[in-house]
């Protein structure tokens, strides 16, 4: 079935220092949707990033993702972490026009430090 | 544009007791869906409809929880008779079938706490 990996489950950054928070997928489905989203505590699951075109950047708020389905990889960054960008992340799978479930990764928690 | 409307916010429970989430979809979105939200982890999903039509719930304990959507557009997840290991925030969440405007969009969700 379809399925979504994150690597780390936290990663703590100094301030000013690129964020890259990693996401790889599987699915058989040829032509996806991937997406992120951030949770700040005791806020829900709030939309970040979407793409499902390859080889295309997609950007807001300062972060940016590329939607690699040779590698099956849809990793975020930023170039300058913030303290407010401290949150819990996750990248999120959907099959496209059947309008499948959304399957999440297992997150990963961001704490920026000064 | 409002979005995903959900009440209550609270609810506090003694085991047994039943309870029910309402939920109100992004105006012209198609789909609803469900999830749970246990403390520390990811969303898991529940049920999702689109318009009226249960499209899948599978995940769903059939025999303590029920969803509705009666007319395709407000939602009612209700849980008959409460454990503690319900206890969790209960997410809904809408999106729309146009081929740009998939991204699933979430409600405040209700934190559900079982004594």
């Known amino acids: 079935g379809d399925s979504v990996t994150q690597t780390e489950g936290l990663v703590t950054l100094t301030e000013g220092l690129p964020v890259m928070l990693n996401c790889t997928y599987q699915?058989?489905?040829?032509?996806?949707?991937l997406f992120w989203y951030v949770q700040h505590l005791n806020e829900s699951p709030r939309l970040l990033l979407k793409s499902f075109t390859d080889n295309k950047r997609t950007e807001h708020q300062g972060f940016h993702a590329t939607l690699h389905k040779s590698s099956s990889s849809f990793h975020l960054q930023k170039s300058s972490a913030q303290l407010s960008d401290s949150a819990l992340y996750y990248c999120a799978l959907m099959r496209g026009s059947a309008l499948g479930r959304l399957h999440f990764g297992a997150g990963t928690q961001l704490i920026v430090i000064p | 544009e409002a979005g995903v409307t959900q009440s209550p916010r609270y609810a506090v429970l003694q085991e047994g007791q039943a309870v029910s989430f309402w939920c109100d979809p992004i105006?012209?979105?198609?789909?609803l869906y469900w999830y749970q939200q246990p403390r520390d982890q990811g969303p898991q999903l529940l049920v999702y409809f689109r318009d009226e039509a249960v499209i899948d719930n599978s995940q769903l304990p059939s025999d303590r929880f029920s969803a509705v959507r009666p007319k395709g557009t407000n939602s009612t997840l209700k849980i008959q008779s409460a454990k503690q290991g319900d206890t969790a925030t209960y997410l809904c969440?809408?999106?729309?079938?146009?081929?740009?405007?998939?991204?699933?969009?979430f409600g405040e969700g209700t934190r559900l706490s079982v004594l």
């Open positions: 105006s012209g979105h198609d789909t």
């Open positions: 969440a809408s999106s729309s079938d146009s081929y740009n405007n998939q991204a699933p969009l």
């Open positions: 699915t058989i489905y040829s032509n996806p949707f």
